[in-house]
């Protein structure tokens, strides 16, 4: 069975910093992977998406993903982030053809100082 | 614009009622999906339906129900039977069976007195 890890439940980092938010996942083939954000009392929003290809994959409000099959990892990261970044973050898997759609990670949530 | 729209915001609930939620869409999306989440716990599937009137049970489907009656509407019933309801419920769409991009509604918070 697929899963995914999200090893940081909290992070803090201050405006304009770097961010690396990090993603282990499990699966037995090439997973089709996903970054969400969700703001408070609010539904998820894509930020990108990974099915093949280019392992680099650049998603919408300057975020970006690595995918490392080796380590199993999707980390997301931002170079420079913003206060309304604030948020939390889902990283998720799903199998090629699967009608069951994704396994959610557990989330990060996300504090940006001033 | 189009997007799934999901009502009540906010419902309360006495033990031993239940509740429906509504959820609607006109993205002309097949697949329709809810999910549970609880803090910590990330989002669980309850229930998703690929197509109207056909529906498959998710991991956690014990003590709701759902139809798909329409390709629009995918209502979910939270029955008495559900031991620990209270929780933030959000409807998602997508294009296929998956995977790809779920598209979600801005959720339902249940809670029960």
């Known amino acids: 069975a697929q899963s995914v890890t999200q090893p940081d439940i909290h992070i803090t980092v201050s405006e304009g910093a770097s961010l690396e938010l990090r993603c282990n996942y499990s699966?037995?083939?090439?997973?089709?992977l996903f970054w969400y954000v969700q703001s408070p009392g609010q539904g998820l929003q894509l930020l990108l998406k990974?099915?093949?290809?280019?392992?680099l994959v650049q998603g919408i409000k300057g975020f970006e993903a690595e995918f490392k099959r080796s380590q199993s990892s999707f980390n997301l990261r931002k170079p420079s982030v913003h206060w309304s970044d604030a948020a939390e973050y889902f990283c998720?898997?799903?199998?090629?053809?699967?009608?069951?759609?994704?396994?959610f990670g557990s989330g990060t949530q996300l504090t940006v100082l001033p | 614009d189009g997007g799934i729209t999901q009502s009540p915001k906010y419902l309360f609930r006495k033990e031993g009622q239940n509740v429906t939620l509504s959820c609607e869409q006109n993205l002309n999306h097949d697949a329709m999906y809810w999910y549970r989440q609880d803090p910590g716990q990330g989002l669980r599937l309850i229930y998703y339906?690929?197509?109207?009137?056909?529906?498959q049970k998710g991991d956690i489907a014990e003590g709701y129900s759902v139809s798909r009656e329409k390709k629009e509407s995918f209502p979910l019933t939270v029955t008495s039977a559900q031991k620990n309801p209270t929780a933030f419920y959000l409807c998602?769409?997508?294009?296929?069976?998956?995977?790809?991009?779920?598209?979600f509604g801005e959720g339902s918070r249940l809670t029960v007195l």
């Open positions: 699966y037995g083939a090439t997973p089709y």
């Open positions: 998720a898997v799903g199998a090629s053809g699967s009608a069951r759609q994704l396994t």
């Open positions: 339906s690929q197509i109207v009137n056909d529906f």
């Open positions: 998602a769409s997508s294009i296929t069976g998956g995977p790809g991009e779920l598209f």
């Open positions: 990974y099915f093949s290809g280019d392992t």
